[in-house]
Structures are given as C-alpha cells and as structure tokens.
Nanobody
Framework: QVQLVESGGGLVQAGGSLRLSCAAS????????LGWFRQAPGKEREFVAR????????DYAASVKGRFTISRDNAKNTVYLQMDSLKPEDTAVYYC??????????????WGQGTQVTVSS
C-alpha cells in the first residue's frame, strides 16, 4: 500500500504561481509512474501531468502545457507540480497519483487525498 499526501495548495491571484508537493510512503518510489489530476466543482476528474519512472518522460494536458511543470525527487519520495501563470479556470482540487505500470493512459493504483487550489480573477 502506498500513501500519497499532497500539500502546497491555496489561494492565489490570476497570473501567480504555486508549487504542489506530494510525498509518498514507499521504499520503491522510484519504480512508480506519477501523475497529477484535478477536479473542478461539477466536473469530472481530469489528467494534468505525468512523469515516468524510468527515463522520467513527461506529458501534459494541452490546457496546462507551457505553464505547469512536473518533476520528481526520488531521494525525497516526492513529486512536484510547479504551476505558473495561473488562471481562474485552474481552480480545482488537485490529486497526485501513482501507477505501477506505465501505459498509454495513466492508470492510477493509488491516490492522494487532494489539495485545493483557488485562483481569483
């Protein structure tokens, strides 16, 4: 069982930045693919970004490409999401997730509890 704990959410003005962190409780952190998802009120959860376990390949949703950056620190068992040039439509609960096997579509085996990000206009 892997526990994921997000932090770093909060309230920020449009154009501002936030960095989310997600700490994992596993000795095999480096073997997991990691991702960030978000869910806005009344909407389905959507993919934001992912980073692979082997070569650290990254992928982003079109809506955040060029503004968000995903990274990982295997020594700290932590994955990050740097969010710049934030927009009100980025407002959502952000979740980190871990997958054991990497495929074309990120398939989470574990989820964090989520952290709220609110962007004011």
């Amino acid at each position: 069982q892997v526990q994921l704990v997000e932090s770093g959410g909060g309230l920020v003005q449009a154009g501002g930045s936030l960095r989310l962190s997600c700490a994992a409780s596993t000795r095999t952190f480096s073997s997991y693919g990691l991702g960030w998802f978000r869910q806005a009120p009344g909407k389905e959860r959507e993919f934001v970004a992912r980073i692979g376990w082997a070569l650290g390949g990254k992928d982003y949703a079109a809506s955040v490409k060029g503004r968000f950056t995903i990274s990982r620190d295997n020594a700290k068992n932590t994955v990050y999401l740097q969010m710049d040039s934030l927009k009100p439509e980025d407002t959502a609960v952000y979740y980190c997730a871990a997958e054991r096997r990497t495929g074309p579509v990120f398939t989470a085996d574990y989820w964090g509890q989520g952290t709220q990000v609110t962007v004011s206009s």
